[in-house]
């Protein structure tokens, strides 16, 4: 008998499940939607040329393996708090902000998690209804308490801004505010600036802390600039604000982990302070970072020439994705006699479009079309191509209807 006989079998992951399930497909016709990984219109993966630039030269300059500091590269960290900031940021000349490279997005939000636990105990983060689904195994796992505040109206296939506004009024004062900075995962939907001007005064008024996600800056817009507007914004207004932030899909650096956990404190005392707690939490947990995506970002975000090209780059994925999310649009309003107005999809941003199909609806658009997407409704334009935008129209059709 197994000393191990009491595990019992855990559920595929919501996501990433999806991925193997799609692998075991043996049909031509497959689709897969699932996970928010840029493809090209041939849906092949894609390394961004500035990313084998900068790996070239880092293999010319013959770099070491030593391991890096607790808190990464510091080279890395500085042009991560500046790209998320904007250089001249006076929070950054102060020295208030605390930076430590994390793993990823992921790992970057359990650092931020562990510290919550550690120095706010019993303060709950309150997420938006719905998140990307890791939020919640990420807070439960770290023993932070979480609720939800509503988020998308069914109705409307958009924001339920008052709904948002008055949960995030209900919440016990010094609550954490879950927000994603841009291109909300799942839905696609996004507060307007003056909606984030409102969500800032309430968060303000009740003293709440704001804790940003930020894994799309420049795939909202193609802006690198006009994607962190929201977290400057709150950093603007003297707000203590963490952020944490990846690499994953901008610089399509997914398997690197390659991302970074800032707090914006009130003082150049304090940042010092929560930067050496944020250390003594890494050091347990994984001890130090790997080198490798981080000196990526620290010589594309570092070199002016890398710095325009990886710009371009990015309009060119951000762009694509919105001819894709033009043309579904179009083949469904064309097939589609019901007269649904599918006009949602255009008004949608980002990576994901959510169609609204339910549970049921998604099964069918798997078990009959081939097409792979998670349960929620979700499906990754990233991963759809032109040439698929017809097959993809008629097999929501048939879904919805
Ligand atoms: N936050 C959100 C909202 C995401 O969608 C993702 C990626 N799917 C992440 C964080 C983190 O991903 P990673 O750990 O690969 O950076």
């Known amino acids: 008998a197994s000393r191990f006989e009491g595990v019992s079998m855990a559920p595929p992951d919501p996501i990433l499940g999806v991925s193997e399930a799609f692998r075991a497909d043996k049909c031509d016709l497959k689709l897969n939607l699932g996970v928010g990984a840029y493809r090209t219109e041939e849906l092949q993966p894609y390394v961004l040329n500035v990313v084998k630039k900068a790996e070239n030269l880092m293999l010319q300059r013959g770099e070491n393996k030593e391991y890096l500091p607790i808190e990464g590269l510091a080279a890395f960290n500085k042009v991560t708090a ?41 303060a709950k983060v309150l997420i938006s209804s719905p998140t990307w689904g890791n939020h919640k195994n ?26 948002m506004i ?46 940003f996600d930020v894994a799309y800056q420049g795939f909202a817009s193609g802006s690198l600039d006009e994607d962190a507007s929201s977290v400057r914004l709150f950093v603007a207004r ?8 990846s690499y994953s899909k901008n610089l399509g650096l997914y398997s690197e982990r390659i991302g970074a956990m800032n707090v914006v404190c009130s003082s150049s005392d304090v940042a010092v302070r929560v930067k050496s707690q944020l250390k003594r939490i890494a050091r347990p947990m994984y001890s130090n970072p790997p080198i490798h995506g981080a000196k990526i970002v620290a010589n594309v975000v570092g070199d002016p020439t890398l710095f325009n090209e990886w710009k371009e780059e990015m309009e060119l994925m951000a762009g694509r994705i919105k001819t894709v999310r033009q043309k579904l649009f179009d083949s469904l309003s064309a097939k589609d006699k019901s007269g649904k107005d599918w006009s949602f999809i255009l008004k949608q941003i ?48 048939d879904s919805y209807h």
Request: net charge negative; proline share 5%; glycine share 10%.
């Open 82 to 122: 500046e790209l998320l900031l904007g250089a001249d940021n006076p929070a950054i000349h102060e020295g208030r902000v605390a930076t430590v490279q994390g793993l990823s997005g992921t790992g970057s939000l359990r650092l931020a998690a562990a510290l919550i636990e550690r120095y706010f105990p019993g």
């Open 166 to 211: 008055s949960d995030i009024k209900g919440a016990p004062e010094g609550s954490f505010i879950l927000l994603h900075g841009c291109a909300h995962n799942p839905t696609g939907i996004d507060p307007t600036p003056g909606q984030w001007e409102k969500i800032a005064d309430v968060i303000q008024e009740k003293n709440h802390i704001p804790f």
């Open 238 to 245: 003297g707000m203590e604000v963490l952020v944490a932030q």
């Open 350 to 397: 980002g990576m994901f479009s959510f169609t609204g199909l339910n549970k049921a609806q998604s099964d069918n658009m798997t078990d009959k079309w081939h097409v792979y997407m998670t349960k929620d409704g979700r499906i990754s334009l990233a991963g759809l191509s032109l040439a698929k935008c017809e097959y993809l129209a008629d097999a929501i059709i």
């Open 138 to 163: 990420i807070f439960n796992d770290a023993r932070v308490p979480w609720s939800e505040y509503r988020y998308y109206d069914p109705k409307t296939v958009g924001l339920d801004f008052d709904g």
